[in-house]
């Protein structure tokens, strides 16, 4: 029998419209990219053949660079957003803060780097400062309503001390 899938979250539905994997979307475009470069040799070398037009092949080699350069260009944006912690522009980071600001402890949040490890799987550092007392996992269990969060680390600072705390 079929299994009956889940129906899928705002995220998941951007994440399938989309490239979300970066080694796959690499895989693929290797392989459009070898596939149109033989088409484009292929017909040099009959242009040449039947038209005697061995400009052709130079020409036709220039293409099929500038080709993979545009593709090459697109994947290096996509993968150096991942490297540059920009990743901050996925609805995950909205949902995040929609959950501490809709929190029963009042929290205000210092600091928040997302990052996507896979697709739709996303890793995410959260700072918070609150003046209640409260611990890490409290924040953890709420934010555990979301799937695509695979590993979340909370740290939390007092809003009563003054200066920062140490530990040695």
């Keep these: 029998m079929w299994k009956q899938r889940k129906p899928r979250t705002k995220v998941q539905s951007q994440a399938v419209s989309s490239w979300q994997d970066l080694n796959l979307r690499a895989a693929y475009l290797r392989v459009v990219a070898d596939a149109a470069t033989s088409v484009l040799a292929i017909l040099a070398l009959v242009g040449s053949m039947i038209w005697g037009a061995s400009w052709l092949d130079p020409v ?51 600091d928040l780097h997302v ?45 009563q001390v003054q200066g920062p705390v140490v530990a040695i």
């Design 60 to 110: 036709m080699g220039i293409v099929g660079a500038t080709l993979v350069a545009v593709w090459a260009r697109g994947l290096l944006r996509d993968s150096g957003r991942g490297l540059l912690d920009a990743e901050m522009k996925a609805p995950v980071v909205g949902e995040i803060r929609e959950v501490i600001a809709a929190s029963p402890i009042p929290a205000r949040i210092d």
């Design 115 to 159: 990052w996507r490890v896979g697709k739709n799987k996303y890793v995410c550092i959260l700072g918070l400062s609150t003046a209640a007392t409260a611990e890490p996992d409290y924040f953890r269990r709420q934010l555990s309503i979301h799937e695509e969060l695979v590993h979340v680390t909370v740290e939390l600072n007092s809003d």
